[in-house]
T-cell receptor, first 115, second 111 residues
């Protein structure tokens, strides 16, 4: 079946511009996560959606970052007034409610470069 | 804060040999650990997991060992193949099921 998809795969933007990154989770997965991976680093948790519960936004690095999940499916991560330090790979993962955290399935990521 | 880290940044291994990747964790309350493999240009891929009530778990060519006394986790890959070349991350489950990842360990398989 289809896995987690993300778009765009690559994004180059100028400092100060806003960007939107999209994640399509696996159908039926109720949990959705966003992570950020800087070059040569591990993954940094950003935000977590679970069903209709309030999202866990505790990992967002600043108020320039926001995310929403519409209809319990597709999610959009928005970065406003991008800075060069926002350059990274943004990864989305989804999980089913019974699978436990070990079954987080990751998308291929969006590579963001802020010039 | 709590952290998960890896001992070695790069491991070069001859094809056919066994690989061992180590990981130290600091949160003694962690009850669930996962190993992920990430190939260049791809997202992390789940390899194997282990709960804290176990000290060993085996998969296909992979074994994860957990030593809670010294808060150490390792991944063993048997008969390493060129396709095993990747970055390997250990991760522990935190609150809200978020994962705390280590920095990663590059494995290079020499043909």
């Amino acid at each position: 079946g289809a896995g987690v998809s993300q778009s765009p795969s690559n994004k180059v933007t100028e400092k100060g511009k806003d960007v939107e990154l999209r994640c399509d989770p696996i159908s039926g997965h109720t949990a959705l996560y966003w992570y950020r991976q800087s070059l040569g680093q591990g993954l940094e948790f950003l935000i977590y959606f679970q069903g209709n519960s309030a999202p866990d936004k505790s990992g967002l690095p600043s108020d320039r970052f926001s995310a929403e999940r519409t209809g319990g499916s597709v999610s959009t991560l928005t970065i406003q007034r991008t800075q060069q330090e926002d350059s990274a790979v943004y990864l989305c993962a989804s999980s089913d409610i019974t699978g436990g955290v070990g079954t987080q399935y990751f998308g291929p990521g969006t590579r963001l470069l802020v010039l | 804060g709590e952290s998960v880290g890896l001992h070695l940044p790069t491991l070069s291994v001859q094809e056919g040999d066994n690989s061992i990747i180590n990981c130290a964790y600091s949160n003694s309350a962690s009850d669930y650990f996962i190993w992920y493999k990430q190939e260049s240009g791809k997202g992390p891929q789940f390899i194997i997991d282990i709960r804290s009530n176990m000290d060993k778990r085996q998969g296909q060519r992979v074994t994860v060992l957990l030593n809670k006394t010294v808060k150490h986790l390792s991944l063993q890959i048997a008969a390493t193949q060129p396709g095993d070349s990747a970055v390997y991350f250990c991760a522990e489950k935190g609150g809200n099921n978020r994962l705390a990842f280590g920095k990663g360990n590059q494995v290079v398989v020499i043909p």
